[in-house]
């Protein structure tokens, strides 16, 4: 990675966890133009079929499965990395899920589920890849927040304090690493065409949403912005505003 001008995508490797469709798809498609070496994550490798097809011919890409509600799986994919690439530049923690209903409804399943995926998982991915990246003294962490860590929606409460806890997480890694030359970046997005919502609400709300391609082209364009420029927190929603 480069100290000066912009950061050189093409001699990064960025890993992608969550990436076998929705946003986490979306990105790989649009960073794998760049000509970085893509580390792709899903829970199976042939979850991520449809995710490398749609990949231009010369892309560069691993598939390292990884379940990031699990410290083990997380722990062998961060092994399985280290030896292919040997460190990452760039980690984007797209991995997340959304149980929506009112709080009483909510199973200790489902909670447990949603803080250990969406909140749990985004840490212990930052954890491993975190000590190489204060080594080289260079490495950006990027967190696919939502805006509910910072907007009440009925229906969202534990989604909403997984999301919460990863972007205070995230404000107080960010001014631990600033020294190390290390940017922590929070996207939070608004409603986004994806299948965290229900094929009804899809149905009738698309038109107003936005969709992954364009979280996807709104990361690349923070990541090209100049080393000496720390983009914190970057809000993204629909035109017409929440739904």
């Not at 469709?21 to 079929?49: E, F, M, P, Q, Y």
């Not at 749609?54 to 691993?62: M, N």
């Not at 797209?94 to 709080?103: Q, R, W």
């Not at 890849?129 to 962490?141: D, N, T, W, Y």
């Amino acid at each position: 990675m480069q100290n000066s001008s912009s950061l050189n995508l093409a001699e990064s490797t960025i890993w992608i966890t969550g990436a076998s469709r929705g946003i986490g798809a979306a990105c790989a498609k649009v960073l794998a133009r760049t000509g970085a070496h893509l580390i792709l994550s899903a829970r199976t490798k042939d979850a991520l079929t449809n995710t490398t097809a749609s990949l231009h011919a010369e892309a560069r890409y691993t598939l390292v499965p990884c379940d990031v509600a699990s410290n083990a799986s997380i722990q062998a994919a961060y092994k399985e990395i280290a030896f292919q690439r040997g460190a990452v530049d760039i980690l984007i923690n797209n991995a997340g899920i959304g149980i929506f209903a009112p709080f009483a409804e909510l199973s200790s399943d489902d909670v447990e589920t949603m803080l250990r995926t969406n909140l749990h998982g985004a840490i212990a991915c930052t954890q491993v890849v975190l000590p190489s990246m204060q080594e080289r003294a260079s490495g950006v962490v990027v967190n696919i927040n939502s805006v509910a860590a910072v907007k009440t929606f009925t229906g969202a409460s534990v989604y909403a304090a997984s999301k919460a806890g990863l972007l205070a997480m995230s404000r107080v890694l960010r001014e631990e690493v600033r020294k190390d030359g290390i940017k922590v970046i929070d996207l939070l997005i608004g409603a986004t065409a994806t299948d965290i919502w229900s094929a009804e609400s899809r149905n009738e709300f698309e038109a107003r949403m936005m969709q992954p391609d364009d979280i996807a082209d709104a990361l690349l364009a923070t990541l090209r912005l100049p080393p000496r420029t720390m983009p914190e927190e970057l809000v993204l929603r629909p035109q017409q505003g929440d739904l």
